[in-house]
């Protein structure tokens, strides 16, 4: 009760301080009140997780009844476009997930021939980082959680280490693409990136990123993959594995896939489709999920109303739309263009210092927070850059990757990790402490965000 009683006292407590703050440097009194709502929604939403959409509700309503903002701009700042994006791609991932399909990604990769800890190891990371690449981290985690326990339990194994290793590639996977997590969509809607630049310039980061990590992976639990190898030898061939996983691809999942496919192939062809037919940049991209939601549910029209409201999560949409209103008022009353050229004036303008700072302090901040609303925080003030005349291109890569990689560091840095240490605990009352995450994943998240670093300062490729 204390605890929660000192928590409620610190939600209202920082957000006025940083009002009056704000005011005493020169901010004026709307753009002082949204920095203090906006504060109190990210405070709500560290402190009282399950009332964050509560906070979000409130806020946007104090910031309409104090004439902060108007109604047209709320909705203009609602990000939409990313919202119903979001809808089309959770209506076609429940589709595919009636179809078992991910089961049967699963046990295809996992035929291998003499299989051992190291293969295993491998395997898993990379179709974890894969499949969020392709679908949303949370799916993709839900699945590979459910085959890792599994197979330890048949093996008779720790799960924890490979668990552990599935969520550190899955976040780094879904830096990727544009469709791997929330933020993506929302850096390429705001940015104006297409499919194609992520390709070209987050996807190789990204699998560089993922061969350091398996590496480090295969140092740091070396004597668990030891153990798992005497294991292995132990209880034969993997035959019994293979049939405890094996799911046949039927013809509806024949069908589901026809259907996913051409919504991926859509997508990467978006930006020369939308030239092509001179349509505005990323229509195609947030439409074409929509089209194939449509479909879907006129070819099963029967279980059409339970896509909607079962496999569309809600209340995290909503949540999301909010939280982009409350972003997208600080750049309404000026307070993120301010906050710009503050910064401009302390570094001098100098791009690499830009860099440097965006990239280490969302990195920093998605260890902490939901990487959603970090980036939410962060994209007004990246616009108020643009509005000084800076280069902003490699500022996004910087966001995206400090908002994925950093989410590695500690238990609470992203829903993926949420979700499967949640899994863990209801399925075999197993609790992963804070320092035996924390000892792994700040290893694999500085140096995997190191690399970006480097590689953001010093390629020409991303300026």
């Given at each position: 009760m ?9 939600l209202?407590l ?10 005493s ?15 109190v929604?990210i ?15 409130l ?5 309409l ?7 047209n701009n709320?909705?203009?700042f ?7 994006f ?14 078992g ?5 699963v ?9 051992t ?17 392709a ?7 839900i ?11 048949y093996?008779?194994?720790?799960p ?14 879904s830096s990727?693409?544009?469709?791997g ?15 194609e ?6 996807f ?6 993922l ?16 153990q ?16 405890l ?6 013809r509806e999942?024949?069908?589901?896939l ?8 859509f997508i ?10 001179g ?5 195609i ?7 194939s939601?449509?479909l ?6 029967r ?25 997208g ?5 000026g ?8 910064i401009?004036g302390?570094?001098?303008g100098?791009?690499?210092?830009l ?17 959603v ?15 000084l ?9 910087a966001l995206?990757?400090?908002?994925c ?20 605990e ?18 694999v ?9 480097f590689?953001?300062i ?6």
């Amino acid at each position: 009760m204390k605890r929660f009683i000192f928590k409620f006292i610190l939600l209202f407590l920082i957000p006025l301080a940083l009002g009056l703050f704000s005011r005493s440097v020169g901010f004026n009194y709307p753009q002082a009140l949204s920095i203090s709502i906006f504060s109190v929604s990210i405070l709500g939403t560290l402190f009282f997780w399950d009332f964050r959409l509560s906070f979000a509700f409130l806020g946007t309503s104090i910031l309409l009844l104090t004439q902060v903002i108007d109604l047209n701009n709320v909705i203009k700042f609602a990000s939409l476009e990313v919202i119903l994006f979001l809808v089309g791609m959770m209506v076609l991932i429940g589709l595919l997930k009636e179809a078992g399909l991910f089961a049967w990604l699963v046990s295809l990769i996992l035929r291998i021939r003499n299989l051992t800890s190291q293969k295993f190891l491998i395997a898993i990371s990379v179709i974890s980082a894969f499949l969020a690449c392709a679908v949303d981290e949370v799916t993709s985690i839900i699945f590979m959680v459910a085959a890792i326990l599994e197979i330890c339990d048949y093996f008779e194994v720790d799960p924890v280490p490979f668990i552990i290793c599935s969520v550190l590639t899955t976040n780094i996977g879904s830096s990727g693409t544009v469709l791997g997590n929330p933020i993506g969509i929302l850096i390429a809607a705001k940015a104006h990136l297409s499919f194609e630049d992520f390709i070209i310039k987050a996807f190789p980061l990204m699998l560089l990123c993922l061969a350091v990590t398996i590496s480090l992976l295969r140092i740091l639990y070396r004597k668990t993959l030891k153990q798992f190898d005497e294991k292995i030898r132990e209880l034969g061939a993997n035959e019994m594995l293979i049939r405890l996983i094996s799911v046949p691809p039927e013809r509806e999942l024949r069908v589901c896939l026809g259907i996913f496919g051409a919504t991926l192939l859509f997508i990467s062809l978006h930006h020369r489709l939308e030239l092509f037919l001179g349509l505005e940049t990323n229509t195609i991209l947030l439409i074409a999920p929509l089209i194939s939601a449509g479909l879907v549910m006129i070819w099963k029209w029967r279980k059409a109303r339970d896509y909607i409201e079962k496999d569309v999560e809600w209340w995290t949409l909503l949540f999301f739309l909010l939280l982009f209103a409350q972003a997208g008022t600080l750049k309404y009353t000026g307070a993120t263009d301010f906050l710009a050229k503050k910064i401009i004036g302390i570094t001098g303008g100098d791009p690499r210092f830009l860099v440097s700072t965006i990239l280490w302090l969302s990195t920093i901040g998605s260890g902490i927070l939901d990487n959603v609303v970090l980036v939410a925080a962060f994209i007004p003030i990246i616009h108020g850059f643009e509005a000084l005349n800076v280069n902003i291109q490699t500022l996004w890569w910087a966001l995206l990757f400090g908002g994925c990689l950093g989410g590695n560091i500690t238990l609470i840095g992203s829903t993926a990790k949420i979700v499967a240490l949640g899994i863990l605990e209801k399925e075999r009352r197993i609790r992963i402490t804070f320092f035996r995450w924390f000892r792994i994943g700040l290893s694999v998240g500085l140096i995997t965000t190191g690399l970006v670093w480097f590689a953001l300062i010093s390629l020409p490729f991303y300026r």
